[in-house]
């Protein structure tokens, strides 16, 4: 009933707070999945239903207040260290283990593990299959032809709604008629009495309150703050990337720290009334897009339908097949594992690839705490790489321009004799790349150097540093560039400046830098850089 009680409250809280026009609450795959395999670790649902109940509310509750925190103290920069590959991947992971777990359903298996990673669920189906179509065991595949029956029709009128846009509506209808289908199926055949496990009893009428079920002092509240931690990132990261989508379709902007805010309450208004976690789901804010919706209030309208539901239906919800429940989820699946976003992710960027296989593996053979950091380590270990060893680039003038570009990317630029442009592409020059930059350009003089030697040209005479793209320097950068300088003088060489930001100008200034360099060889653009040196060079002629 949790489940159903999520598409009441917090939608309702949303619609007053949130900045999505077009985003649906309530419960996804991915989250669901999240505490269906991190709960049970700390709770068994089956021996002691009534405390995993409470710990999940008090999942939900700390995952509230992580996400209003994030709002609060505007810390959204953190959902970003979770990339869109990743996600890709956890997501691909999340569906296939999803995927198998429903296979107790639609299988009617009566025994079943509580662990996520694919080797023990695909173990715990073998065995368990094995042991009820043993002889003498009552195993009937009436479930299993129910569930793929209906798998099927709902999988058919998927393919009509996107062959035919005039049947939009039909894929979002098609999980409720069979529903409506299968329970009419089995309570006028009495399938119930011939094997077909049915949901049976379904507590009914408005969500009841929680806050005393609340584990906010129990020995368990560690664990259920790290585990709504974990769901208070995906939740966010995926609605926020939903929201975003469809924001920028229909040409406005949405403000992210107010989406964490709006969704951290409704989250702790959801862990108060029999809730668990909430965000914005894709596949329901893709049918409310196609509908036509155009404000929040089409969440209020969907509160308002659940809880109608509640009130008048859920007594002919008894004999709806489980099988059918393990359908619907099924069919849902496929839109997670997304293929062609993993083979453009391995075309652009083979690092990404790597967070995304990463996180992928992680999820379906270890745990999802272990695919999640997988992802993480991979993701920083990227960013580190990227400024470890930043792009350092020789330019040249293109003919007849004023314009200076990366001479590998454009052949036809034309470098000056004796005169070397090195364009910094970081937008840090700190301690993790500041010898590399150093030792590179020092490369770079004494190959040039040796050209010049070869073809009786002279000797380098000045090295013009682009700072154009350097945004910071730290101590250990000023150290280096100072390092720089000393020894390009005492080859004869002079090291000039071009466009400096502000604040790097500022720190080379209260470094003195400029000042052992000459103001005279900070300039604005990298043409006025190399005419002075060219100046230069035939004085010193």
């Not at 173990?123 to 002889?135: D, G, W």
């Not at 090195?422 to 020059?429: A, Y």
């Not at 560039?481 to 390009?488: A, S, T, Y």
């Not at 080859?491 to 000459?518: C, Q, S, T, Y």
Request: charged content about 15%; some cysteine.
């Amino acid at each position: 009933m949790a489940c159903v009680n999520t598409s009441v409250v917090p939608p309702l809280i949303y619609a007053m707070m949130g900045s999505s026009r077009e985003i649906a609450i309530g419960p996804v795959a991915v989250v669901s999945m999240l505490l269906a395999s991190l709960v049970p670790k700390v709770e068994d649902p089956v021996t002691n239903p009534n405390a995993y109940r409470n710990l999940v509310f008090t999942v939900t509750f700390f995952t509230g207040i992580f996400q209003t925190a994030f709002g609060v103290f505007r810390l959204g920069f953190l959902v970003d260290f979770l990339s869109h590959a990743a996600l890709v991947g956890f997501m691909a992971g999340a569906a296939i283990i999803i995927g198998l777990q429903q296979l107790k359903g639609l299988l009617g298996l009566s025994h079943f593990t509580s662990k996520t990673d694919v080797v023990s669920v695909l173990a715990s189906v073998y065995k368990s299959l094995h042991n009820q179509i043993a002889p003498g065991q009552k195993w009937n595949p009436l479930n299993f032809v129910l569930g793929c029956s209906f798998l099927i029709f709902i999988l058919i009128t998927r393919f009509i709604g996107r062959r035919n846009r005039k049947l939009f509506w039909l894929p979002a209808i098609s999980p409720l008629l069979s529903v409506i289908l299968s329970t009419l199926i089995v309570y006028l055949s009495r399938a119930d009495k011939h094997g077909v496990n049915i949901i049976k009893h379904v507590k009914g009428g408005l969500n009841p309150s929680s806050l005393h079920q609340l584990q906010l002092h129990g020995p368990h509240v560690g664990q259920a703050a790290k585990i709504g931690l974990i769901c208070s990132v995906i939740a966010l990261t995926e609605a926020i990337a939903v929201g975003r989508s469809f924001a920028s379709i229909k040409g406005y902007h949405l403000d992210g720290n107010k989406e964490m805010l709006s969704m951290g309450i409704m989250n702790i208004a959801g862990s108060l009334t029999s809730c668990y976690v909430a965000t914005g789901s894709f596949s329901r804010t893709a049918v409310n897009f196609s509908a036509g919706c155009q404000t929040a209030v089409s969440n209020i309208v969907m509160a308002v339908t659940v809880f109608l539901s509640l009130e008048l239906f859920t007594r002919l919800l008894y004999y709806t097949p489980v099988a059918i429940l393990a359908s619907i989820v099924l069919s849902a699946l496929p839109g997670l594992i997304d293929l062609s976003e993993a083979c453009y992710i391995w075309k652009v960027d083979k690092l990404d690839f790597l967070a995304c296989i990463g996180a992928f593996l992680g999820v379906l053979f270890a745990t999802v705490e272990i695919g999640l950091l997988v992802a993480v380590i991979i993701s920083f270990a990227k960013i580190l790489i990227q400024s470890i060893r930043p792009g350092i680039e020789v330019l040249g003038r293109v003919p007849r321009t004023e314009a200076f570009c990366d001479v590998t990317q454009y052949p036809m630029a034309i470098s000056t004799p004796g005169i070397i442009v090195i364009r910094i592409s970081s937008g840090s020059l700190c301690f993790a790349n500041a010898n590399f930059v150093r030792e590179r350009i020092l490369k770079w003089v004494s190959q040039d150097e040796d050209d010049l030697k070869e073809t009786t040209k002279g000797r380098v005479q000045a090295v013009i540093l682009d700072m154009t793209n350097l945004m910071n320097v730290d101590t250990s950068g000023i150290l280096a560039l100072e390092e720089l300088h000393k020894r390009l003088l005492s080859r004869g060489v002079e090291l000039a400046m071009v466009n400096p930001r502000w604040l790097v100008i500022h720190k080379l200034k209260l470094a003195h830098f400029v000042d052992k360099i000459g103001k005279e060889w900070v300039f604005l653009t990298v043409g006025e850089a190399v005419d002075a040196c060219l100046a230069t060079k035939i004085a010193r002629a």
